[in-house]
């Protein structure tokens, strides 16, 4: 059973910095591996989308790395904004069932400071 | 192109009523998952319906239901609510499931 986990829960960071979130999953069978953001009360918007032939992915001040034999990817913004914060949630489609199904990690919420 | 849409968006209901929550995907797009998401529990997948069938159930009771139809939207419905069901539904829809996924905003449904 796919498990993920992401470290830490919570950062804060003054504007400016360049910071980087950690996701983890315990099964390197994965097709991709999704990073999302979430404003309170609102729905999921898609950031980045790397295959899982792939080993980063870019848009805009946004960079995702993934590496299948350690389990990790991470989620580095540059410059960062007081809107860049949100909770950033990564996800790992089921591949056994292939159908449908994501586990995603609880999230990191990140504040950035004027 | 349009987005996901999800209506309604807030809902107000007392224990034991039922509700029915509407999910319209991105145009051609034919999976659409469902997802739970509170704050204790976060994201729970709840099920998902490619081609107006059910491919994937989550750890859910009887009580949650879906379906499909033939426009690929979808439709989930909770019967006899408990406040436990107060919580942020959320579907997501790609083109087969295990590609890119796309979130509607969410229904906000308080069981009071």
């Known amino acids: 059973k796919q498990e993920v986990t992401q470290i830490p829960a919570a950062l804060s960071v003054p504007e400016g910095e360049n910071l980087v979130l950690n996701c983890s999953f315990t099964?390197?069978?994965?097709?991709?591996l999704q990073w999302f953001r979430q404003d309170p009360g609102k729905g999921l918007t898609s950031l980045l989308l790397?295959?899982?032939?792939?080993r980063e992915q870019t848009s805009g001040r946004l960079n995702a790395s993934l590496d299948k034999s350690s389990g990790r990817s991470t989620l580095y913004i540059a410059a960062s904004q007081p809107g860049d914060s949100a909770t950033y949630l990564c996800?790992?489609?089921?591949?056994?069932?292939?159908?449908?199904?994501?586990?995603f990690g609880d999230g990191t919420t990140l504040t950035v400071k004027p | 192109k349009a987005g996901v849409t999800q209506t309604p968006r807030y809902l107000i209901k007392t224990r034991g009523q039922q509700v029915t929550l509407s999910c319209s995907p991105i145009?051609?797009?034919?999976?659409v998952s469902w997802y739970q998401q509170t704050p204790g529990q976060g994201l729970q997948f709840l099920f998902e319906?490619?081609?107006?069938?059910?491919?994937n159930k989550g750890n859910f009771p009887g009580r949650f239901s879906g379906r499909q139809f033939s426009n690929s939207r979808s439709e989930m419905n909770v019967s006899t609510l408990e406040l436990g069901d107060s919580a942020l539904y959320l579907c997501?829809?790609?083109?087969?499931?295990?590609?890119?996924?796309?979130f509607g905003p969410g229904t906000r449904l308080t069981v009071l």
């Open positions: 790397i295959q899982s032939s792939q």
């Open positions: 145009s051609g797009h034919r999976s």
């Open positions: 996800a790992v489609p089921d591949y056994n069932t292939n159908a449908g199904k994501s586990t």
């Open positions: 997501a829809s790609s083109l087969a499931g295990v590609d890119e996924q796309f």
């Open positions: 319906y490619f081609s107006e069938t059910q491919r």
């Open positions: 099964d390197s069978a994965i097709y991709n």
